[in-house]
């Protein structure tokens, strides 16, 4: 917490901004062997989780949680929005941990890749472990992965020749997180396709690929977004208000409702990409509900790791409200506009959950944890991630002042299109079920902003 006096340094590996171009394929690997050895015919069984987008904001601070809860990490990222050098804080971070309490450090793969590329292929190829289960074959390296074919049972067979003998394909990725969509709601409205594109049809094909692998355990990042005009309840949301098919449950009266697919109000294609991965996810589920999906729909993600080495640092021109203010405070923007000062709420400004990136990055993990140990209550399952708390605008102007103790300069200005009043997270759900709850406060969240903000001032 921003309470902590650790203090961090960065890896003296840590190379100047040099920024590689998207969509060509990089790896840099620490400490393992497995590219070595592609194939890897009964060799290392040891696995990883795959952070797809796990050099972004969430996705970086979720790497570093994995890290620290001891998973091997393969990170992919076209590095569209973000940097490689985000991979060696995180590691130095996880480095700096392992060594505090005496753990080993786990493998931190990275392949610098676009996740619709075709190499995604020959990556989830060579994280595959191969056993001989008939009569021994004299030369495994006859086996090419080309001509591999999976049989109804599952196991993959040569099919050039029944009699050789057949080996079993295993991966060594036990989940994948998926971050790797485009995320802003301005840039979607102007450029649909790009966003249907990438976080649509991506999808789709990714998850087809996946299943040739037999990789079923799959955590989607969803957004609160998906409740469309729903949120203009007036009241915390739970997951019912969004269903992709009928569902029953008891309300806060104990009354049995149905709930029918569908939602009203949807504002952008990225909240519409959002809802419709959703949906294929939980037809995926249905048809087959050998995979194990968790849809997690974030609130207000904000804030960034106690150290301040890391945190939101998009190429992108920031948008969401405390990015903004983080350049309000760096003197980049002169003052922050208020969208909206007449709202159905305690001061008229919007009301948010604001949720530490570091509790969702720990709620993904949770996620994992309880679709391995089967707590989730079906193939395809989606939590809301929030705090269950509301915070106003000017709430949250505040805590940032006190943790500057500098002044912001604002302006009123009219409601911002597309935005909703209130949006704040029922959390029951994931508390039952993912065994996980927000721990930060929106004061931590300030602090750490302000650690980040200040030293991203003294490196620039
Ligand atoms: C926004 C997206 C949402 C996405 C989420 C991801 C919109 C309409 N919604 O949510 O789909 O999932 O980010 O983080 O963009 N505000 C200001 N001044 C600013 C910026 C924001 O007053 O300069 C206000 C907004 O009007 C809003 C509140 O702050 O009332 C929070 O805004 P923001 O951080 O952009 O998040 P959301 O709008 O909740």
């Avoid at 109804?152 to 080996?167: H, K, L, R, T």
């Avoid at 079993?168 to 971050?179: D, K, P």
């Avoid at 955590?219 to 609160?224: E, M, T």
């Avoid at 739970?238 to 949807?266: I, K, M, Q, W, Y």
Wanted: aromatic share 8%; hydrophobic share 35%; glycine share 8%.
């Amino acid at each position: 917490m921003s309470s902590s006096s650790s203090t961090y340094s960065l890896s003296p590996s840590i190379t100047p901004e040099v920024l590689n171009t998207p969509g060509t394929q990089r790896s840099v690997l620490f400490d393992d062997d497995v590219v070595a050895d592609p194939l890897n015919i009964d060799g290392s069984t040891s696995t990883f989780i795959m952070v797809v987008g796990g050099l972004g904001y969430i996705g970086s601070h979720t790497v570093l949680e994995l890290l620290k809860e001891g998973y091997n990490v393969l990170v992919i990222d076209d590095l569209s929005n973000s940097y490689e050098t985000v991979l060696n804080r995180v590691r130095g971070l996880a480095i700096d941990f392992c060594t505090a309490h005496g753990r080993r450090m786990p493998a931190l793969h990275f392949r610098q890749l676009d996740y619709r590329s075709a190499h995604m292929k020959t990556v989830l190829a060579s994280y595959s472990s191969y056993s001989i289960i008939s009569k021994p074959a004299p030369a495994p390296a006859r086996f090419p992965y080309s001509t591999l074919q999976r049989t109804d049972s599952g196991i993959d067979m040569d099919m050039d020749d029944a009699q050789e003998p057949a080996v079993e394909r295993l991966s060594r990725i036990s989940g994948v997180i998926h971050f790797a969509a485009y995320k802003s709601v301005e840039e979607s409205i102007r450029m649909p396709l790009r966003y249907y594109s990438n976080n649509v049809c991506g999808l789709v094909d990714f998850l087809g690929l996946l299943e040739e692998f037999g990789i079923k355990n799959f955590v989607f990042s969803s957004s609160a977004t998906v409740y469309g005009e729903g949120a203009n309840c007036g009241l915390p949301l739970r997951e019912e208000l969004c269903v992709h098919h009928p569902e029953s449950f008891l309300d806060s009266d104990g009354a049995e409702r149905r709930v029918l697919p569908g939602v009203l109000g949807l504002t952008s294609p990225y909240g519409r990409s959002k809802f419709m991965c959703e949906s294929i996810l939980a037809d995926l589920a249905l048809s087959d509900p050998t995979w194990s999906i968790t849809a997690l729909r974030y609130f207000n993600p904000v804030g960034c790791h106690e150290s301040g080495i890391l945190g939101e640092d998009p190429r992108q021109k920031p948008s969401n409200l405390i990015p903004v203010i983080a350049t309000v405070l760096t003197g980049t923007k002169p003052v922050l506009d208020i969208f909206g000062t007449d709202w159905n709420t305690p001061d008229g400004t919007a009301v948010r959950d604001f949720i530490h990136v570091v509790d969702l990055a720990r709620g993904h993990i949770a996620a994992l944890a309880a679709s391995t140990a089967g707590r989730t209550l079906a193939p395809f399952r989606t939590y809301n991630l929030g705090t269950g708390r509301g915070h106003t605008v000017r709430e949250v102007l505040q805590s940032l002042e006190d943790a500057s103790q500098r002044k912001i300069p604002v302006r009123e200005v009219g409601r911002r299109a597309g935005d909703v009043g209130f949006c704040v997270a029922e959390v029951r759900r994931a508390e039952t079920e993912l065994q996980w709850k927000a721990e930060r406060s929106l004061n931590d969240c300030s602090g750490d902003v302000w650690n980040f903000t200040k030293a991203r001032c003294v490196e620039s």
